[in-house]
């Protein structure tokens, strides 16, 4: 069985896409469609350098075994191909969609067993008609009507003829599962990798550990509550608190206090250094329509690491109380951050242990083998009502 996929550009975040698919590689040959965005480029010098990236990386791959390429150690699997497209997003003159189905049809094989598409941005739609398949599944893991950094108006045009299209649609919180079709609308909430989170991890460089930390890692977006960061850390100035990715919005006012440690974004195997070595992580989450239908891959992986977690209120977070500790006001996030300050070791290794049961089923492998039934089960059901 063939799985063409359409995400992320492979390696650069690991979505939960990428999670599922690492693992069906064992079951499955999967080529890899790199991103193909969700808006138009703008004349800014972050859209150009973004632009210049795409190209040059169809240009120059690191040819496997490239010493200056670091590998991960728990994403070691590839898929059998990845194709970096050139073509532009969301296009919307008939010229343009042409040339760009020209451009991706010149790249794709025909296949040579089923074939199974697998949709993980609505921009894909455009691509459809030059693809063979037998199975197409549209896998949805945000709110692309309320996403930040996105053209709302054509994405949602796009995401409802892919709704039209799929076979099969896959929804990663109930809010999302919501927004479609119910007969063909599964909930697949996202996974963890246990045993990279729970095995024990070096403590990084640049974390104090003599004092008390609260950490946080993912894009510093405008979906962070960026007063309530800056009024907990001036409220208790002796704790550190780490904030770890890459900046997508004006953070100047996180910029000024000195307890506020700001690190680039680090490789996804060694986040749980950081887990293991922090106090406590945060999910400080505005509250917004994008949020109300997240289910963050974070929030397993604190769990999985054993890190105590205080978050915002918002529906993904209720499964997981009262490990996570729910916080709607200053002074409730201020009672949460004194009482994980203050738990003994005992209490700590308690709490690691409860959390790593709590998500101990919650696996990829678990969430890739309900998505393989559910393709089989799928493909029998077609081929027996021909």
Not at 170 to 183: D, E, G, I, Y
Not at 293 to 299: E, F, G, V
Not at 333 to 345: E, K, R, T
């Amino acid at each position: 069985m063939e799985i063409l996929a359409f995400g992320e550009d492979w390696g650069r975040h690991p979505s939960s896409s990428q999670h599922i698919l690492t693992v069906l590689l064992d079951q499955c040959d999967v080529t890899w469609v790199n991103s193909i965005g969700l808006r138009q480029p703008k004349l800014n010098w972050r859209d150009i350098r973004r632009v210049k990236e795409k190209l040059l990386s169809t240009i120059h791959s690191p040819a496997a075994g490239d010493p200056n390429t670091e590998k991960e150690p728990h994403r070691i699997k590839e898929p059998t191909r990845i194709i970096k497209p050139i073509v532009w997003p969301l296009a919307q003159s008939s010229f343009i969609q042409k040339l760009n189905n020209f451009s991706l049809s010149r790249q794709l094989k025909r296949k040579q067993q089923p074939r199974i598409i697998w949709a993980a941005l609505p921009s894909a739609v455009d691509y459809l008609s030059i693809c063979d398949s037998d199975l197409v599944i549209y896998y949805c893991g945000d709110d692309f009507s309320a996403l930040a950094g996105v053209d709302h108006h054509a994405v949602t045009q796009a995401e409802q003829r892919l709704t039209d299209r799929a076979d099969i649609i896959l929804a990663c919180s109930p809010a999302l599962q919501r927004k479609f079709p119910a007969n063909k609308t599964w909930l697949l909430p996202h996974g963890v990798s246990l045993l990279q989170f729970a095995n024990p991890a070096p403590c990084p460089s640049d974390i104090d550990t003599t004092k008390p930390s609260v950490g946080f890692y993912g894009s510093l977006n405008n979906w962070l509550d960026q007063e309530l960061l800056h009024r907990l850390a001036k409220a208790r100035p002796e704790i550190n608190f780490y904030l770890v990715g890459p900046v997508d919005t004006d953070i100047a006012r996180l910029q000024q206090l000195r307890n506020i440690h700001l690190l680039p974004a680090k490789p996804h195997y060694q986040l749980a250094g950081y887990l293991q070595h922090w106090t406590m992580a945060i999910l400080p989450f505005k509250d917004n329509d994008q949020i109300r239908a997240c289910n963050p891959l974070k929030l397993r992986e604190y769990l999985a690491a054993g890190c105590p977690v205080i978050s915002s209120s918002f529906p993904a977070i209720e499964p997981y109380r009262p490990l996570a500790s729910v916080a709607t006001s200053l002074k409730e996030w201020l009672q949460a951050i004194d009482h994980y300050c203050q738990l003994s070791p005992v209490a700590r290794q308690n709490y690691r242990i409860q959390a790593n049961t709590c998500v101990a089923n919650e696996s990829w492998q678990n969430r890739a083998n309900q998505v393989l039934t559910l393709i089989k089960e799928q493909l029998l059901s077609e081929k027996g009502d021909l």
